[in-house]
Nanobody, 121 residues
Framework: QVQLVESGGGLVQPGGSLRLSCAASGTIFSFKSMGWYRQAPGKQRELVATLTSSSSTNSADSVKGRFTISRDNAKNTVFLQMNSLKPEDTAVYYC???????????????WGQGTQVTVSS
């Protein structure tokens, strides 16, 4: 199995910043992608930003220019730097990785437990 431990959520005022971290542990042969999704109350889970093994990034239009995804390969950790936060960024943020645990297996998705981000004055 693969375990994901998220950290860095919290309460921040509009315009503030937070940095989310997600550390992966367990049996990992190779990464296909790592990313962040979020789910606000009453809404569906949506993509925030993803980073592929070839370092291609994809992000939601609503966070472009404000959020940056990055990773530390040595520590199997993905980060989400969130700047200029807005009240509409309030949600539970989930870490996602798509990995191949063994060379003979297909890649699979794993999810973190979620971390709350609240943007409010």
């Amino acid at each position: 199995q693969v375990q994901l431990v998220e950290s860095g959520g919290g309460l921040v005022q509009p315009g503030g910043s937070l940095r989310l971290s997600c550390a992966a542990s367990g049996t990992i042969f190779s990464f296909k992608s790592m990313g962040w999704y979020r789910q606000a109350p009453g809404k569906q889970r949506e993509l925030v930003a993803t980073l592929t093994s070839s370092s291609s990034t994809n992000s939601a239009d609503s966070v472009k220019g404000r959020f940056t995804i990055s990773r530390d390969n040595a520590k199997n950790t993905v980060f989400l730097q969130m700047n200029s936060l807005k009240p509409e960024d309030t949600a539970v943020y989930y870490c996602n990785i798509n990995v191949r645990q063994f060379p003979w297996e297909n890649p699979r998705d794993f999810w973190g437990q979620g971390t709350q981000v609240t943007v409010s004055s």
